[in-house]
């Protein structure tokens, strides 16, 4: 298997732009998690999904921010407008189902940079 | 909100040496997490623990659930093992996402 897809792997982009990060989860699995990294604040849950339905978004910082998983196999994090302190590596991880228990496999993440 | 702290932040060792990281935290938990992020970014997940110990190669893992408290442990340590170890938390009657303590930078000399 290709492990969890992400892109893209980096993104600069000006103040105000839309941004779009994709992810391809490991076919057969569930669940699919959005997560943030920060030199400041390490790693934070923006979101997850459980059989393509949004199960906790109340780590997504503002409604600037939204997520979508229309299949099974892709989902799309989207940030309109962009700012500077959205600068950060944003990684995707799935598992084979949801809770706590279950072995979460990450993306290789997209380092995102908002001038 | 939970919090999950680990130390050392930092940690410089020589190769050979047995190392340890711990990781605490403050309300239940459903189950525990090791992850291990390489300098080139990616994540790997280690160990999930609810309860007693697990064994992989060099690497234990340890869980004290009265005590709230977690550690990894590293023997005969090589440099390859370099990485950022990140703790993380299932919350118990929680969401299925992970909480993050902020890794320990492990850095391990020739």
């Known amino acids: 298997d290709a492990g969890v897809i992400q892109s893209p792997r980096h993104e600069v982009t000006e103040m105000g732009q839309e941004v779009t990060l994709r992810c391809k989860p490991i076919?057969?699995?569930?669940?699919l998690f959005w997560y943030r990294q920060t030199m400041m604040r390490g790693l934070e849950l923006l979101i997850y999904?459980?059989?393509?339905?949004?199960?906790?978004d109340s780590g997504m910082p503002e409604d600037r921010f939204s997520a979508k998983m229309p299949n099974a196999s892709f989902s799309t994090l989207k940030i309109q407008p962009s700012e500077p302190r959205d600068s950060a590596v944003y990684f995707c991880?799935?598992?084979?189902?949801?809770?706590?228990?279950?072995?979460?496999?990450f993306g290789p993440g997209t380092r995102l940079t908002v001038l | 909100k939970n919090e999950v702290e680990q130390s050392p932040q930092n940690l410089t060792a020589q190769e050979g040496e047995f190392i340890t990281i711990n990781c605490s935290y403050s309300?239940?938990?459903?189950?525990l997490h090791w992850l291990q992020q390489h300098p080139g970014g990616g994540i790997v997940s280690l160990f999930m623990?609810?309860?007693g110990k697990k064994k992989h190669g060099r690497l234990i893992a340890t869980i004290n659930i009265q005590e709230k408290h977690s550690s990894l442990h590293i023997t005969a340590s090589h440099p390859r093992d370099s990485a950022v170890y990140i703790c993380?938390?299932?919350?118990?009657?929680?969401?299925?996402?992970?909480?993050f303590g902020k890794g320990t930078h492990l850095i391990i000399q020739p």
């Open positions: 991880a799935s598992s084979r189902a949801g809770g706590p228990y279950n072995e979460q496999f």
């Open positions: 076919s057969g699995h569930n669940s």
């Open positions: 999904f459980n059989n393509n339905v949004p199960i906790d």
């Open positions: 309300v239940g938990i459903s189950a």
């Open positions: 623990l609810s309860s």
């Open positions: 993380a938390v299932g919350l118990e009657g929680g969401a299925d996402g992970l909480t």
